[in-house]
């Protein structure tokens, strides 16, 4: 077990390693929730001397919302974050659930807040155990690699200076810090919950502790693949567009079929699917007009858009509402 002082250090070391690159004046912006982990967080940016604020965004999904962010704030005051920043968000579910909902808002609310202040970076608490989870997660929905990376140590100015710790060595950093336990992590009608106290710990028990570590590892190595995929299918597809997006289909079945769903995602997204709702499943069908062409019809796919293969091409084009078809069929 590491000793509360060991574990301090140790939370410091991995933030002022994750943050090296940046200038010593650069300011950073820590996201709190005001639990153990984010306090440790906060707790360690400040013993490195860097100049840091912090920011609490109050989702008021619970009753008592409003007091534990004004609570989280005054701690980190007391660690000498400045400035604390207290931010209160709506959040609206549209279809995507409370849990991602939540998130976007709280996503959108921090890029404000660093925008404002001018910070350099935005760090989150996640662990290796965090880190663990959502990769069990993801294999559940029977994810590719991108997905099964997780999450990315840094992904533009957003950093995850904890994320090859375990989550008991942050907690361990965060004795005698004042800390709220969210209920949340509790109630066993969320996935991730019943993940971390049920699926994980069975793993851990039928395949030793390092199981963790292991699948933070593959997360890691995943994510290696999958930047090295995506370049090769950003170089492949520069060559295969044509001016109006619609791609070559013959040298796009040349490719293997780990390139040629990317770029056929890529393709998508840029004529307006929404990301979001652009499901493998979509990408699929799509990828079947390519490689298993016997002059089916089009695919119809999110956004009002519809792909189609004709002339030797895959175009993903929108279309016009059913009404306005039916219309227009009737005129002709």
Known sequence: MTSGADAVQAVRRAVETCLDDLPDDARVLVAVSGGADSIA???????????????????????????????????????????????????????????????????????????????????????????????????????????????????????RPLLDLPREVVRASAAGLDVWEDPHNADPTFARTRVRHGALPALVDALGPEVVAALARSARLLGDDADALDALARDAAATLTAADGSLEVARLAALPRALRTRIIRTAAIAAGCPAGALSADHVDRLEVLVSDWRGQGGVDLPGGLAGERAYGRLAIRRVPPVAERRRHDREE
Do not use: F, K, N, Y
Request: glycine share 8%; proline share 3%.
């Open 41 to 159: 967080l906060a707790q360690a940016v400040a013993l490195s001397g860097r100049r840091a604020a912090a920011a609490i965004i109050d989702h008021g999904l619970q009753s008592e919302s409003a007091q534990v962010a004004e609570r989280a704030g005054r701690e980190c005051a007391r660690l000498g974050l400045d400035p604390v920043v207290v931010e209160r968000v709506d959040v609206t579910a549209q279809g995507a659930g409370p849990e991602a909902a939540a998130r976007e808002a709280r996503r959108a609310a921090l890029e404000v807040i660093a925008d404002r202040l001018g910070a350099s970076a935005i760090l989150l608490a996640h662990t290796r155990d965090d880190q663990a989870e959502t990769v069990l997660l993801r294999l559940a929905r029977g994810s590719g690699a991108r997905s099964l990376a997780a999450m990315a140590p840094v992904t533009g100015r957003w950093r």
